[in-house]
């Protein structure tokens, strides 16, 4: 694959940047020094600021480029028309190439974007696009809006920019079909995927439609009426899918409201805004997204203060000093941006896109060979896609927890697992609903009034009963999330848990090895923790579970964390950690490792092992060259086998910390089924890439 791709849009509002949010996210992952080029760039002002271009601020902020703005660019709008209109055409190509290659010089891939259909000349863009693409040698990507949903409407736009494109001699790699309809999408897929094959496109993305990124915010809203936000500042990020005007009485308005509805009231319909503040306390009233107050006076002073003594109204309220039809005309004018402080819809862009296409070929043409060291990004982009590929049911029983609810939104739309959420339907949906989150593809369970809560029970007493169990007791502790969520798996109803986020280690696991207990060829359940440094992930082994394990229950944890480690993709060369370095040393901590690396030996000759050995020695090519010289592991080891759980323990925490390094774990192994465990103070990434994992230990059961 050429070191550069081109990505061009057909039409006006293809949403071309959801296909340039996945690329970058693909290339950040796979490559050291990726860059960002706008042929022609559209300064404008956001939130605020003005800025060179939106997209490529964008990218240069949520990507951390390094090039400066201006090196980003080829041209301004304004300088590229003025060429154009005085028949300069040559220098301004000349000046755009001029630009690519300083910017390339420093890159080893450039996603370059192009123009947005949006110029008073906006039909001699694709004559524009096809010359450029091909003065810099580009392959192609083209983004088509497939909103319409209509085959030959899409085959039709597709068409002219292929031709556009092939037409100067580029190289079409894809065509991106873009916010189809999902009554479409199969449809889209198939008929369209071989038009497009035949016509020599070698790969065909179709992403769905996802109203929220057509949504605007609030704070968006408030900007473009140029109007100043009164209440509830802390949720101007509340999405708006439609608006009423609200005209008639408030028993013809109640039955209009639907989640993400803007009201737009005068100032004076002070039983609107009252109505409106008394749906957000009602379970059976849908989350509104703000309201818009009307006209040139001021609020009432008794209704101001009134307002002024609330704790704080959820949804925002907006002054507009416009009157209602002109405040209605301007809300049509609103368009949804993506900026560098949206996170949730950054993130929801990129999910869509990872989610719709298939990356694999992206990479390998990418990266043009497998790498030998595992990076933490291409790690956490491994997880999602090999949890992808064979769909695992989990259930996570700390359904009330904010993140864990954020997490499911996030890993439902990335079609990672199906899921299983515990607590009261009507509290989570709603409370999903307050936070904007989608978690309608989940199962709801509250164990309180589940159908099967009697059989777990009785199954619960049957493998507990010889500890003084009685079935009055099982029926109370099944109501515990934990072991309903556990209970789950041990019967073949989830296939795996992940919890932690709320209670501690010991109400996680301690369910799992009561009743999941260890798989055939285990003796004991032990841990890792995926330690995500700057240019590498790691594998730390035992750091969660076992306290002071003998010699061969070590041997056992060693030979467990470098098939874990294997089986994600991270070649096991093992370190069995001791105070001392071969024979350099002598006592009972370090014979045990010794006996510990005898029997790993001698059940897995296979394995790249070593120890004893201290930890510079492990990681640090020099070191091990004095200590241990001739070592397969010594300064290259990607496995650590701690001597026990206060060494393990300690030194994750201290990488962690000092070093700024993401732990993911404990990661349990020698379950029959997975179980994994999450920190108390987990984010939301970290729920997701747990999930992820357990899915794919799943997938081996």
């Not at 009423?244 to 509805?261: D, F, K, R």
């Not at 005068?266 to 703000?290: C, E, K, Q, W, Y």
């Not at 989570?428 to 777990?456: H, V």
């Not at 060829?521 to 995500?532: E, K, N, T, Y």
Request: with cysteine.
């Amino acid at each position: 694959m050429a070191k550069r791709l081109y990505v061009s849009a057909a039409e006006p509002y293809s949403g071309k940047v959801v296909v340039c949010l996945g690329l970058m996210g693909i290339l950040e992952r796979t490559i050291s020094r990726i860059a960002f080029f706008r042929p022609v760039a559209r300064p404008c002002r956001l939130l605020g600021e003005d800025v060179f271009d939106r997209d490529a601020h964008l990218m240069r902020e949520l990507y951390r480029l390094d090039a400066a703005p201006e090196h980003m660019i080829g041209a301004t709008g304004p300088e590229a028309a003025a060429m154009l209109a005085d028949g300069r055409a040559d220098a301004l190509y000349e000046k755009i190439l001029a630009a690519y290659q300083r910017l390339e010089e420093d890159a080893d891939f450039v996603l370059i974007e192009g123009t947005d259909y949006l110029s008073a000349a906006s039909v001699a863009e694709d004559d524009f696009n096809s010359d450029v693409a091909r003065d810099l040698n580009a392959p192609v990507a083209l983004v088509v809006d497939g909103s319409s949903g209509d085959l030959e409407t899409l085959h039709a736009k597709a068409k002219v920019g292929l031709e556009a494109f092939q037409s100067k001699g580029c190289e079409v790699l894809a065509v991106a079909f873009n916010k189809v309809p999902p009554a479409q999408l199969e449809e889209v897929r198939t008929v369209l995927g071989a038009r497009m094959r035949d016509a020599g496109v070698a790969r065909v993305a179709v992403i769905p439609m996802e109203p929220k990124l057509a949504m605007p915010r609030m704070d968006e809203i408030a900007t473009q009426l140029g109007g100043e936000v009164l209440f509830g500042h802390r949720h101007v990020h509340n999405k708006v899918g439609h608006t009423i005007v609200a005209s008639g009485s408030v028993a013809t308005i109640i039955p209009l409201l639907e989640p993400g509805v803007l009201l737009v009231a005068h100032v004076d319909r002070h039983d609107v805004i009252f109505m409106a503040l008394t749906s957000l306390m009602s379970t059976a009233s849908p989350n509104i997204a703000g309201i818009v107050l009307t006209g040139t006076h001021p609020i009432a002073e008794p209704v101001m203060s009134l307002l002024e003594g609330l704790p704080g109204p959820r949804i925002p309220i907006v002054r507009s000093n416009k009157s209602t039809f002109e405040t209605a005309v301007e809300l049509t004018r609103v368009h949804a941006d993506l900026t560098p402080n949206n996170l949730r819809e950054l993130e929801i862009a990129r999910q869509l896109f990872e989610a719709a296409v298939d990356i694999d070929p992206f990479v390998r043409e990418i990266e043009g060979s497998t790498p030998q060291q595992m990076t933490p990004k291409r790690f956490k982009l491994e997880l999602v896609r090999r949890a992808r590929r064979d769909r695992k049911h989990i259930v996570l029983p700390e359904g009330k927890d904010e993140r864990i609810l954020k997490a499911a939104d996030a890993l439902l739309r990335l079609g990672i697992v199906d899921l299983t959420l515990l607590g009261q339907p009507d509290e989570l949906r709603n409370r999903a609903g307050q936070l904007g989150l989608d978690i309608e593809g989940a199962q709801i369970l509250d164990p309180a009034n589940c159908p099967w809560t009697e059989e777990l029970a009785d199954v619960y007493h049957r493998a507990r009963q010889h500890t003084g169990v009685t079935l009055e007791i099982a029926r109370e502790t099944v109501l515990e999330p934990p072991v309903f969520g556990t209970l789950m798996v041990h019967t073949g109803r989830a296939d795996g848990m992940v919890a932690g986020a709320t209670c501690s280690t010991a109400t996680t696991i301690r369910p799992a090895l009561q009743l999941v207990k260890t798989k055939r060829g285990s003796s004991l359940v032990s841990s890792v923790f995926f330690m995500c440094l700057a240019d590498r992930v790691l594998v730390y082994g035992d750091c969660a579970v076992v306290p002071d394990p003998t010699a061969a229950q070590l041997a056992e944890i060693a030979i467990a964390s470098a098939d874990t480690a294997a089986a994600f993709g991270i070649e096991p060369r093992v370190a069995m950690l001791s105070y001392s370095t071969g024979e350099s040393g002598s006592g009972a901590d370090v014979d045990k490792v010794k006996e510990a690396v005898r029997l790993a030996r001698e059940l897995r000759p296979d394995l790249a092992l070593e120890g004893p050995i201290q930890y510079d020695a492990a990681v640090d090519a020099s070191v091990a060259q004095s200590k241990l010289p001739g070592s397969q592991v010594g300064g290259r080891a990607t496995v650590f086998v701690f001597p026990d759980l206060n060494t393990g323990n300690n030194t994750y925490k201290a990488v962690q910390r000092s070093a700024g390094a993401v732990a993911v774990g404990p990661v349990l192994q020698g379950l029959n089924r997975p179980v994994n465990d999450l920190s108390r103070g987990c984010l939301v990434e970290d729920i997701i890439n747990t999930v992820a994992i357990t899915a794919i230990q799943a997938q081996a059961v």
